[in-house]
């Protein structure tokens, strides 16, 4: 059984920063990969950026410049920094863990997911 925890997440004016925490538990042995997506309102699951645990990172669409994914391997713990924060980054933002060979294949272990509201 995997466990995904979130943390970070809250209301925050536009411009500003925040920093999401993912914990992984459990057995994660078979994952080398993990990653965030976001879910805006009325819309569907976005991926954010996926860190391949070798180092390899992949931002999503526009994410990247505003969006950092890192990983601290002792605490099993990614996280997304996102700065220069915008409206329509306004969403609920959900861990995965998953294989990643010649893609990304999430498992079927998501977190509960952090809302990230942004104030314009």
């Known amino acids: 059984q995997v466990r995904l925890v979130e943390s970070g997440g809250g209301l925050v004016q536009a411009g500003g920063s925040l920093r999401l925490s993912c914990t992984a538990s459990?057995?994660?042995?078979?994952?080398?990969?993990m990653g965030w997506y976001r879910q805006p309102p009325g819309e569907e699951r976005q991926m954010v950026a996926l860190?391949?645990?070798?180092?390899?990172?992949n931002y999503g669409g526009l994410m990247e410049g505003r969006f950092t994914i890192s990983r601290d391997n002792a605490k099993n713990t990614i996280y997304l920094q996102i700065n220069n924060l915008k409206p329509e980054d306004t969403a609920v933002y959900y861990c995965?863990?998953?294989?990643?060979?010649?893609?990304?294949?999430?498992?079927?272990?998501w977190g509960q997911g952090t809302q990230v509201t942004v104030a314009s």
């Open positions: 995965s863990a998953g294989y990643w060979d010649t893609k990304y294949n999430p498992s079927s272990h």
């Open positions: 459990g057995s994660t042995s078979a994952f080398n990969a």
């Open positions: 860190l391949k645990f070798d180092g390899l990172a």
